[in-house]
């Protein structure tokens, strides 16, 4: 008896297995498009993200690694992040970050050296005079741009020293040593690195505009005098449907004053919840940010402030806002991800789902010899009273335990049905199941089919 059942359990088990592709319907396939730096690396672009360094690992780093030609630090080079506690110095997350970027075939783009914002405590609280604020300021950087010397393509040297208005912001710099605190500050980067491309940053200066043009006095005259500046950095921090009409003008300005142009920070936020209309005008607003680099030679490339909406700083400055990223909280490509994927002149072998349910794995935690996954199905322009996902697993790993799905496994393919209580998705919704698996070797994301 007990032999019969476990060869029956084994064969319905062979069939089940054998049957995975077959059961479900082809799955969207988009990994046989390039990925976006390889895209970007052939219009001669640059296609950065900010990173945060204790992610990168899992699903989080194979994307930064595939997708992306160039890393931003999120936080973990800001004078706050290094330098907490005066003369006690914290380099980890960004020596992280650099070593990812190298072991990558990545750039790295510095992020930023003087800044009013997320700077020291023993700083800001410090009364300081002129002499003693400049040496602070230009000891940090011969210290910090020296660290990585010839390793960083570009530093963001100053960080949004205009008020919207086009005057002068007024901050820690800016009282205590005047304006020139930008040609200071140039000036020493240059000595510390000679190599890095040395940039000013900031936001709200897409289009043309009161502070863009401040900005663009200023670059004038920096070069006039001789100072040494490389680039103006746009930070394009938009809002859904707001794409500033100018901004391929404002790029060209810069660029016919002898500076390069990139786009650093890039996110477009909505009003969550996200929907097919805010995720359709969304990427068709990645897609004319994109553009107008695209039409400027010295437009280096652009950078997105975070790749997935579960790493973005949105939701928490902006409450109610979010899904501001081309990937969702869950690593799924997003319209504005295949947006961008055009723009570069791919995305022509697969089109994205419109109407469709779809299921996107990720690794939510990986160590030594175990790892959890999740799998969210989500349904937009369709709904499901009842769902299962197929995979095979390409590396051995193994499934030991799931929960709100029943997942069988034979041999390397996975199948797993919904619990009793979670087969409905509605329109415009998702359902998560997790699981618990061991692995060795390798973890690779596997391609998921919905049936
Ligand atoms: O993404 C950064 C976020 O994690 C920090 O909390 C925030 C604090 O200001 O800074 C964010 O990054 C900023 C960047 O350094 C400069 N431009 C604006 C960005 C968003 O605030």
Redesign the pocket.
Known sequence: MRTLRSLRTGLSLAVLGTCVAALFTAPAVYAADPPLRDLAAAKGKVMGT?VTGSKLTGTYGDITAREFSALTP??AM?WGSVEPTRGSFNWAEADQIVAFAEAHGQQVRG??LV?H??NPGWLTNGNWTPAELGGLMNDHIALEVGRYKGRLATWDVV??PFNEDGTYRQTLWYNGLGADYIAQALTAARTADPSAKLYI?D?NVEGVNAKSTALYNLVKSLKERGVPIDGVGL?A?LILGQVPSSMQQNIQRFADLGVDVAIT?LDIRMQLPSDRAKLTQQAADYKAVMNACLAVSRCAGVTV??FTDSDS?IP??FPGQGAATPYDENYAPKPAYHAIAESLGGGTTTPPPTDACTAAYSVTSEWNTGFTGQVRVSCSGAALSSWKVGWTFGAGQRITQAWNASCTQSGAAVICSNASYNGTVPDGGSVTFGFNGSWSGSNPVPVVALG
Do not use: C, I, V
């Open positions: 900010a999120g936080n800001k992020h930023t800044w914002s997320q960080n949004e940053n936001y930070q921090h920070e402030w975070g700083w928490s400055t």
